[in-house]
Protein backbone atom coordinates (compact mmCIF):
# COMPACT_ATOMS: atom_id res chain seq x y z
CA UNK A 1 0.00 0.00 0.00
CA UNK A 2 2.74 2.17 0.48
CA UNK A 3 4.18 1.84 -2.76
CA UNK A 4 0.98 2.61 -4.38
CA UNK A 5 1.09 5.85 -2.72
CA UNK A 6 4.38 6.69 -3.58
CA UNK A 7 3.78 5.78 -7.19
CA UNK A 8 0.61 7.80 -6.97
CA UNK A 9 2.53 10.93 -5.88
CA UNK A 10 5.20 10.66 -8.25
CA UNK A 11 2.31 10.80 -10.57
CA UNK A 12 0.68 13.87 -9.83
CA UNK A 13 3.79 15.34 -9.15
CA UNK A 14 4.81 14.40 -12.64
CA UNK A 15 1.89 16.36 -14.19
CA UNK A 16 2.46 19.48 -12.05
CA UNK A 17 6.10 20.00 -13.64
CA UNK A 18 4.95 19.23 -17.06
CA UNK A 19 1.96 22.38 -16.38
CA UNK A 20 5.21 24.20 -14.79
CA UNK A 21 7.22 23.67 -17.69
CA UNK A 22 4.56 24.61 -19.86
CA UNK A 23 3.99 27.95 -18.12
CA UNK A 24 7.53 28.85 -17.71
CA UNK A 25 7.92 28.32 -21.03
CA UNK A 26 5.18 30.43 -22.42
CA UNK A 27 6.14 32.89 -19.42
CA UNK A 28 9.86 33.24 -21.43
CA UNK A 29 8.73 33.18 -24.69
CA UNK A 30 6.91 36.06 -23.87
CA UNK A 31 9.60 37.87 -22.19
CA UNK A 32 12.08 37.06 -25.45
CA UNK A 33 9.35 38.67 -27.54
CA UNK A 34 9.24 41.93 -25.78
CA UNK A 35 12.81 42.25 -25.09
CA UNK A 36 13.15 41.65 -29.19
CA UNK A 37 10.36 44.15 -29.82
CA UNK A 38 11.77 47.09 -27.30
CA UNK A 39 15.22 46.22 -27.47
CA UNK A 40 15.20 47.66 -31.62
CA UNK A 41 16.51 51.32 -31.72
CA UNK A 42 16.16 53.44 -35.15
CA UNK A 43 18.54 55.88 -35.95
CA UNK A 44 16.22 58.55 -37.87
CA UNK A 45 17.37 59.34 -41.06
CA UNK A 46 16.29 62.16 -43.18
CA UNK A 47 14.47 60.83 -46.66
CA UNK A 48 15.98 63.99 -48.35
CA UNK A 49 18.79 62.07 -48.83
CA UNK A 50 19.07 59.47 -51.80
CA UNK A 51 19.87 55.91 -51.06
CA UNK A 52 22.52 55.07 -52.73
CA UNK A 53 24.61 52.19 -53.33
CA UNK A 54 27.84 51.59 -51.07
CA UNK A 55 30.84 49.59 -51.75
CA UNK A 56 34.16 50.73 -51.44
CA UNK A 57 37.46 49.24 -50.37
CA UNK A 58 39.79 51.41 -48.95
CA UNK A 59 43.89 50.42 -48.93
CA UNK A 60 45.14 51.37 -45.66
CA UNK A 61 48.72 51.54 -47.54
CA UNK A 62 47.78 54.10 -49.66
CA UNK A 63 49.18 57.43 -48.77
CA UNK A 64 45.94 59.30 -48.40
CA UNK A 65 44.46 56.72 -46.31
CA UNK A 66 48.13 56.17 -43.78
CA UNK A 67 46.33 58.08 -41.15
CA UNK A 68 43.64 56.08 -40.54
CA UNK A 69 46.33 53.66 -38.97
CA UNK A 70 46.46 55.22 -35.64
CA UNK A 71 43.47 56.23 -33.56
CA UNK A 72 41.68 59.16 -33.90
CA UNK A 73 43.10 59.35 -37.43
CA UNK A 74 40.78 59.72 -40.32
CA UNK A 75 40.45 60.06 -44.05
CA UNK A 76 37.80 61.48 -46.33
CA UNK A 77 37.06 59.40 -49.45
CA UNK A 78 34.37 58.93 -52.59
CA UNK A 79 31.12 57.13 -52.58
CA UNK A 80 27.83 57.84 -50.62
CA UNK A 81 26.07 60.90 -51.52
CA UNK A 82 28.58 63.45 -50.89
CA UNK A 83 31.51 61.85 -50.06
CA UNK A 84 32.64 59.86 -46.99
CA UNK A 85 34.47 60.85 -44.22
CA UNK A 86 36.17 57.67 -41.98
CA UNK A 87 37.66 57.82 -38.67
CA UNK A 88 39.67 55.34 -36.60
CA UNK A 89 37.86 55.64 -32.97
CA UNK A 90 40.62 53.63 -31.34
CA UNK A 91 37.61 51.49 -29.72
CA UNK A 92 35.39 48.78 -31.01
CA UNK A 93 35.68 46.16 -33.03
CA UNK A 94 36.12 47.42 -35.88
CA UNK A 95 37.46 50.57 -34.40
CA UNK A 96 36.67 52.65 -37.63
CA UNK A 97 33.39 54.80 -38.68
CA UNK A 98 32.60 56.18 -41.43
CA UNK A 99 29.50 58.85 -42.35
CA UNK A 100 27.78 60.13 -45.65
CA UNK A 101 29.08 63.88 -45.77
CA UNK A 102 25.79 65.05 -47.20
CA UNK A 103 23.86 67.20 -44.66
CA UNK A 104 20.86 65.12 -43.42
CA UNK A 105 18.78 68.16 -42.74
CA UNK A 106 19.30 69.97 -45.73
CA UNK A 107 19.91 69.33 -49.08
CA UNK A 108 23.47 71.23 -48.88
CA UNK A 109 25.70 71.94 -51.59
CA UNK A 110 28.93 71.34 -49.91
CA UNK A 111 29.70 68.18 -47.96
CA UNK A 112 29.85 68.40 -44.52
CA UNK A 113 33.68 69.17 -43.20
CA UNK A 114 35.84 66.99 -40.13
CA UNK A 115 38.27 68.96 -38.44
CA UNK A 116 39.76 65.73 -36.06
CA UNK A 117 37.30 66.66 -33.32
CA UNK A 118 34.54 64.88 -32.40
CA UNK A 119 31.96 66.38 -34.97
CA UNK A 120 30.81 66.59 -38.12
CA UNK A 121 30.02 70.15 -39.04
CA UNK A 122 26.94 71.16 -41.91
CA UNK A 123 28.76 74.26 -43.81
CA UNK A 124 24.88 75.33 -45.07
CA UNK A 125 23.43 75.79 -41.27
CA UNK A 126 26.26 74.89 -39.37
CA UNK A 127 24.96 71.92 -37.96
CA UNK A 128 27.01 69.47 -35.89
CA UNK A 129 27.29 65.81 -35.49
CA UNK A 130 28.28 63.27 -33.48
CA UNK A 131 31.58 61.17 -35.16
CA UNK A 132 30.90 58.83 -32.84
CA UNK A 133 26.91 57.61 -33.52
CA UNK A 134 26.16 60.34 -35.91
CA UNK A 135 23.55 61.65 -33.73
CA UNK A 136 22.86 65.36 -34.06
CA UNK A 137 24.46 67.80 -31.67
CA UNK A 138 22.54 71.03 -32.71
CA UNK A 139 19.51 71.63 -30.60
CA UNK A 140 16.19 71.21 -32.93
CA UNK A 141 17.92 68.67 -34.82
CA UNK A 142 16.71 65.16 -35.18
CA UNK A 143 18.06 63.58 -37.99
CA UNK A 144 21.31 61.39 -37.79
CA UNK A 145 23.70 61.51 -40.19
CA UNK A 146 24.08 58.79 -42.25
CA UNK A 147 26.33 55.78 -41.14
CA UNK A 148 27.83 53.20 -43.11
CA UNK A 149 29.02 49.24 -42.15
CA UNK A 150 32.91 49.31 -42.08
CA UNK A 151 34.34 45.74 -42.31
CA UNK A 152 37.81 44.77 -42.15
CA UNK A 153 39.17 42.27 -45.04
CA UNK A 154 42.35 42.12 -43.34
CA UNK A 155 44.94 44.19 -41.26
CA UNK A 156 45.29 47.17 -44.34
CA UNK A 157 42.36 46.49 -46.13
CA UNK A 158 38.44 47.77 -44.93
CA UNK A 159 35.13 47.56 -47.22
CA UNK A 160 32.60 50.30 -46.63
CA UNK A 161 29.28 49.02 -46.86
CA UNK A 162 25.69 49.94 -46.36
CA UNK A 163 23.89 48.48 -43.54
Known amino acids: MRFK????????????TNKLDITTMRKLFLLLVLAVFF???????????????VDETINLNLPQYIDLQTPSGWAYTNGGVKGIILQNTGIGNPPYKA?????????????????????????????EYSIIDGSPQTPGNIHFAREYRVNVINGSTLNIRNF
Open 5 to 16: TNVQNICKLQSF
Open 39 to 53: SCEKNDTNDILPDVF
Open 99 to 127: FDRACPNNDCAAPMTFDGSLKLKCSCDNS
